[in-house]
């Protein structure tokens, strides 16, 4: 799939996302809404309302799906696409939606921090893994290695999030200056390096895959390198108020997306047929994009990991314990 494809599917996508927002934004008046927040469900309630994102980060939502996980837990799961999972935060805080799947942890951690939401995690969803995220910049830059990155514009998708977290933290451990970063979309990546209006771009998957493709750019640095490896980046959230009055069907949802976690690890075909069928990525293409790792159980040191780094960052103002978010 070329830039320009994966440029024009995006807008449709964005189109969906905003017919979901509308969408979501007429539920506020449903009977079935608490007053604080929750969806007004109790232990009995089987129906899940999930938005998700169109990444890899969410194969196992889609395995669990489709290969009858959810059901064989007694759950009828409803998927809601959106682009980003920070518009579904919203939704998630007023009880619209129950569960953000593929939902990036730093920007909802700082969301807990903040008071903005009262998070709890469910499930982790994807973990770093080599070259699903890289650093490319043109096949004649003159940028040859980390230390050419400093005071160079870099383009993220969103700032002070993961990407610029990780690759700070690749950097700093390489004795590397820092660069400055740049809010590009996905999409937009390429005709930006292109153009020239910044010197390097830290693309995840498909778009990293498309950039070398179309413009012939040279991975710089792989995004999953230490010591970013393995590092928790994705997950499945809900609320306190949803976990603590849905607690059955809560724990359920967990079993079936931790149980296709582990088809996705053990089965990576099972993940690349899996990604045509609801993301922008052809079949061709998921033959060879990286795909990120899947953890089949929720591992709180592992995203002490990340709470650890976002602090020594400045990204979190407190000490967080992420164990004390965990679905108990």
Same mark, same amino acid.
């Given at each position: ?72 837990? %007694? ?11 920070? @518009?579904?935060? &919203? =939704? $998630?805080?007023? /009880? *619209? +939606? ?76 390489? %004795? ?11 999409? @937009?990546?390429? &005709? =930006? $390096?292109?153009? /020239? *209006? +910044? ?92 795909? &990120? =790792? ?35």
């Amino acid at each position: 799939m070329t830039l320009r494809q994966l440029r024009e599917k995006t807008v449709g996508l964005a189109a969906v996302t905003t017919v979901l927002a509308l969408t979501l934004a007429g539920c506020g008046g449903d009977e079935g809404a608490g007053d604080d927040g929750s969806s007004g469900g109790d232990s009995s309630s089987r129906q899940i309302t999930v938005a998700a994102l169109p990444l890899a980060d969410g194969a196992p939502l889609y395995l669990a799906q489709n290969r009858g996980l959810f059901k064989k837990e %007694g759950l009828d799961v409803r998927i809601q696409p959106v682009q980003q999972s920070i @518009q579904a935060l &919203p =939704a $998630l805080a007023k /009880g *619209q +939606v129950d569960v953000i799947a593929g939902a990036n942890y730093v920007t909802f951690l700082q969301a807990d921090e903040k008071g903005t939401l009262d998070l709890r995690i469910l499930a982790e969803g994807a973990r770093v893994a080599p070259h699903m995220m890289d650093v490319l910049v043109p096949k004649d830059s003159p940028i040859k290695n980390a230390d050419g990155l400093k005071g160079k514009k870099v383009a993220v998708n969103i700032l002070n999030n993961i990407q610029s977290l990780t690759l700070d933290a690749i950097l700093q451990e390489r %004795g590397a200056g820092l660069p400055e970063y740049r809010q590009i979309a996905f999409p @937009q990546m390429g &005709p =930006a $390096l292109e153009r /020239g *209006q +910044v010197e390097a771009v830290h693309a995840a998957e498909p778009f990293s895959s498309a950039i070398q493709k179309d413009l012939g750019a040279r991975v710089l640095i792989d995004g999953g390198s230490s010591p970013v490896t393995s590092i928790p980046i994705s997950g499945y959230v809900t609320t306190r108020s949803y976990a603590s009055g849905n607690p059955e069907a809560a724990a359920a949802f967990q079993r079936a997306v931790e149980a296709a976690a582990k088809i996705a690890t053990e089965d990576p075909d099972a993940v690349r047929e899996q990604l045509p069928e609801y993301t922008r990525v052809t079949a061709e293409q998921a033959e060879s994009i990286h795909l &990120p =790792a899947y953890p089949a159980t929720t591992d709180a040191d592992q995203l002490r990991r990340l709470t650890e780094l976002m602090r020594e960052q400045g990204l979190l103002k407190k000490e967080l314990d992420p164990g004390n978010l965990l679905l108990k």
